[in-house]
């Protein structure tokens, strides 16, 4: 029915035999969904899929509320042979234009409230099929897969097929699809299965966005092959999670979730069962992790990956989780801190663009065989475009985006340096720092920085904080208050945004 090399077989196979087993709990109804339905279910869908002429490599797009039924389709279309595209629900007719355009996709499933908006659009890229499905779990996906009955057999896929593509988030130029192959991405979330030690024991508390990788491919993927359960919650709600979490053992978060729990009353008595919390899609503060373990008991263990590679790196299960790194290499990924000139890596200690190898990247850009062909080397080395060092004891700090880097009076300067600097300072509960267009510098070096309302503090105390730690050329030439950083739905800090509005500050 299902094939070793299948994506759908290795989400399958640990519940073969464990059909009643539960796999989600709808928290908001409080309804269970056991294995047996599940992928009876995702079978049904698969059905409908290819009885509307879905065939091996055509692309099924949904931007949807997140369901249950939206994870039976990402499954369905899996088992039919189909690449699997899902999409932020947060994104503009415009911007949804561009990806269906560019795309292709055979089917198009959106909101019905949607429809007024998205249907014209999706005739006008060509789109052949426009099914609903509501946050009730109502629409034309639902009616149609209700027509099959489960049993479909799944459709032969090598590993190296496309299981689905994710467009990156596109904060400079176009949104590039990353293609993602069925190896990749059974192959990653089997290891973070076995390095975070999950078993059929776990229940993983699941409020991530199930349109990214790290709530699709990681929270609900690896739920699957550890045969565990979810508690499945709609989006990130603080209380909710206390609530639940007496119930779970495990947690996935981005940094902005730890921020906000430790906020919340009942928290240390809430955490006392749990076993793990883990933390990616953006930088957590070093202060977070001491608040948190001070707090809970637990450590929070960080990892790092990306669209176009899944994940890469992890702090140990068992053993140090050392605060302000990514931690280390996971088993079968090459990493190396490579001069960005010459690709060839720089010694230990020293700074560099990151880049991996391994079974976990992705297979190219869609539609961009120039762009894959700068970012993915000849020799499988991924360009990720972060830079990064390698410590002594081989744990992987991420110091910045390449994108972000300042090149002030042709001096270098990477804004982690100075943003921990100013982390630190009493009376700051964040900052970004960006560069911007300066006549004398080329770029100069501003702080934006969020008080946090307990000290009142001013520009200058922040420039007098940092001045004894930083070289003069790194030194912030302007700190702006604002009252919060923009960022995008997994929590990342958008300095594009922040460049863009502070353009003008040197005339």
Not at 292 to 302: C, D, N, P, V
Not at 426 to 431: F, N, P, Q, R
Not at 437 to 463: L, M, R
Request: aromatic letters at 8%; glycine letters at 10%; hydrophobic letters at 45%.
């Amino acid at each position: 029915m299902y094939q070793n090399n299948h994506l759908a077989m290795r989400l399958r196979q640990p519940s073969i035999g464990h059909e009643a087993r539960t796999i989600l709990r709808v928290h908001e109804s409080g309804r269970a969904v056991s294995y047996g339905a599940f992928f009876a279910r995702a079978e049904q869908v698969a059905a409908a899929l290819v009885e509307a002429g879905v065939k091996p490599g055509d692309r099924v797009a949904a931007q949807t509320p997140k369901t249950v039924t939206m994870l039976e389709l990402y499954v369905g279309t899996v088992l039919a042979g189909a690449v699997f595209l899902p999409l932020n629900p947060a994104y503009t007719a415009t911007e949804i234009a561009y990806f269906l355009q560019d795309s292709g996709p055979r089917i198009f499933v959106c909101d019905p409230g949607d429809l007024v908006h998205l249907g014209p659009v999706a005739r006008e890229c060509g789109v052949v099929h426009l099914w609903t499905l509501a946050a009730d779990e109502t629409g034309t996906l639902a009616t149609r897969r209700d027509a099959y009955l489960p049993g479909f057999a799944a459709i032969t896929r090598d590993a190296s097929d496309l299981a689905a593509i994710l467009y990156t988030s596109g904060t400079t130029g176009r949104s590039k699809g990353a293609m993602l192959t069925h190896r990749a991405l059974a192959s990653n979330s089997d290891t973070l299965r076995e390095v975070w030690q999950f078993t059929d024991r776990d229940v993983l508390i699941h409020a991530l966005p199930i349109f990214h990788t790290h709530g699709l491919f990681v929270a609900t993927n690896i739920t699957l092959m550890s045969g565990g359960a979810a508690i499945f919650l709609p989006r990130f709600d603080a209380s909710a999670i206390c609530k639940v979490m007496p119930d779970a053992t495990a947690m996935m978060g981005v940094p902005t979730f730890y921020v906000r729990l430790l906020e919340t009353p009942g928290l240390a008595d809430a955490a006392r069962n749990m076993r793990l919390f883990v933390s990616g899609s953006a930088p957590l503060l070093a202060e977070t992790h001491a608040r948190w373990q001070a707090k809970t008991g637990h450590a929070i263990l960080e990892r790092y990956g990306m669209t176009e590679t899944n994940m890469n790196t992890s702090n140990p299960y068992a053993g140090e989780r050392r605060a302000g790194t990514v931690g280390f290499p996971l088993p079968g990924v090459e990493v190396i801190v490579a001069n960005p000139e010459t690709g060839q890596a720089v010694p230990r200690g020293e700074v560099g663009v990151l880049e991996v190898r391994g079974p976990n990247v992705f297979a190219g850009y869609w539609n961009m065989p120039e762009k894959t062909a700068e970012e993915l080397r000849e020799n499988g080395f991924f360009i990720t475009g972060d830079i990064a060092q390698i410590d002594a004891d081989g744990y992987v700090s991420i110091v910045g985006r390449a994108k972000d880097l300042i090149i002030s009076g042709g001096f270098n300067v990477y804004p982690k340096e100075i943003e921990l600097l100013i982390d630190d300072l009493d009376g700051v509960s964040e900052s970004a720092v960006i560069g911007v267009p300066h006549a004398d510098f080329g770029e100069a070096v501003v702080a934006v920085v969020v008080p946090d309302g307990s000290a009142g503090v001013t520009e200058a105390d922040i420039q007098d904080g940092v001045r004894a730690g930083l070289a003069r050329y790194k030194q912030p030439k302007a700190v702006a208050l604002i009252d919060e950083l923009p960022r995008n739905t997994m929590g990342k800090v958008q300095k594009n945004q922040l460049r863009q509005r502070f353009a003008g500050l040197f005339g």
